[in-house]
């Protein structure tokens, strides 16, 4: 089954729900596979494009503390002085006065976020405005300021 976004579901359904087995695969390549109870999942995993498997429990992926992107944890660090600005290589040339925020670009000026086609995904809140300027990478190569944690 696919949805207007692009997204595809591919498992059991029953009644027209998703029911049994089944995974919802994302556009940008994030799988989220399940044990689906009329529509609702009732236990499952997330699977990011790059193969990192999200855990609820324990997650400590870009903590503060471990600040290594996953494609360095399989593979490691470059040679010293070729920074890895994200777990892309290379990043994505993020638009002036615009914010990678992860999914996409953000402009603070019209709060809006937009996938890396440049297509509209959401209008930020307060607390993801504030978030994304405190912590995202920001057009000409200016990072946000980082404070690790107390």
Known sequence: YRLPTGTEYRGELRDGQFHGHGELR??????????????????????????????????????????RFYTEICSGFKPPGIPQLTNLDPPKTIPAGCYDCGDGFYNPQTRVVVDYKFRFLRNAEDEEHEWILRTCRRAGGGGAERKPKP
Do not use: N, S
């Not at 999942?41 to 997330?46: D, E």
């Open 26 to 67: 994302f556009p940008r390549g994030g799988v989220f596979r399940a044990l689906w109870h009329r529509g609702v999942p009732t236990q499952g995993k997330y699977i990011f494009a790059d193969g990192l498997e999200y855990e609820e429990e324990e997650w400590h992926y870009c903590d503060g503390y471990d600040r």
